[in-house]
């Protein structure tokens, strides 16, 4: 565990990577919290005929070797689970140990997904400008709000935060720095975006986190190096790294691609306590763990005189 008052929360970003399945979903859950250690297990939520229009709901899915369904509408719901299944889950993290949440991407699911009432409900950089389905959250809904900011202007970014704050509601809210792509390359990660973005929403908002759909861990712990830094700057707090989760990265399916598996996970969350617990000043000049290798090893002139002479 981090010796710091809030450690960063990694979320497990299930997402669909359950591929329709009830007791997959729930072993992703029992792998992310027992196996790998993270806080958070989120799921996405859907309502398809709301989200979609006629067409898209009707074609044919863009990538037909991921595709559940003949087309793109059935495809989602093949995908989804409903509200009892959601309970179920949230059944299932509580035994587990680990929080559950989910990312609503409408105002039904909203609305579904607050009657559960889980401590923080996600929207996706996709509908962040759905000011009905935020507002209805601002109302109705007493627990965290994360927003992601993939896709985003900065002008947009800034109306996001002030919609939250004429509500009331910028304490409850974490907004993610984060770039729509699946995988994304390296140089479009843009982890300076961090900075800001704590630089101007850091001390309006609950916090601020980092969404990763990159491959490998070592930009995420680049990010918590970021976020902490600008904490320091008292430019607010960095709360929450998110990566998408599944047991198996050549499975059918869109996300599993730009997703870790267990062991990259695990190492994630590993990492990220440890780096955490470097970031800091030493607390004494000489620790403790130095004076035992200063009273063996350190030249002074107590112990071999002072060979160049007292001027």
Known sequence: MSTIENPVKVIAEIGCN????????????RVAAQECKADVAKFQKRTNKE????????????????????TYGEHREFLEFDVEQHRELVREC????????????????????????????????????????Q?????????????????????????????????????????????????????????????????EFGNEVKGVGFSGHHLGIAADVAALTIGRMCESQGKGQFTHIERHFTLDR?????????????????????????????????????????????DKLKWNAERHGNLAGAK
């Open 18 to 29: 359950h591929k329709g399945d009830l007791d997959i979903a729930k072993e992703l859950i």
């Open 51 to 70: 989200l979609l229009t006629p067409e898209e709901y009707n074609r044919p899915h863009p990538v037909p070797t991921n595709s559940y369904g003949a």
């Open 94 to 133: 509580e035994a587990n140990g680990i929080m559950y949440s989910t990312s609503v991407w409408d105002l039904t699911a909203a609305k579904d997904m607050a009657s559960i009432n889980p401590p923080l409900l996600k929207i996706p950089s996709a509908t962040n400008q759905h000011y009905e389905l």
């Open 135 to 199: 507002n209805f959250l601002c109302e109705n809904y007493a627990g965290e709000i994360h927003v992601s900011t993939g896709m985003t202007t900065r002008e947009e970014i800034r109306k996001i935060i002030d919609f939250y704050k004429e509500r009331g509601r910028a304490k409850d809210l974490v907004v993610y720095s984060c770039t729509s792509g699946y995988p994304v390359a390296s140089e479009d990660i843009c982890l300076f975006e961090i900075i800001r973005m704590m630089e």
């Open 250 to 294: 050549t499975w059918k399916g869109t996300d599993h691609s730009a997703s870790l598996e267990p062991d990259g996970l695990r190492q994630l969350c590993q990492d990220l306590g440890d780096v955490d617990k470097a970031l800091a000043y030493k607390k004494d000049e000489i620790l403790p763990v130095e004076q035992v290798q200063r």
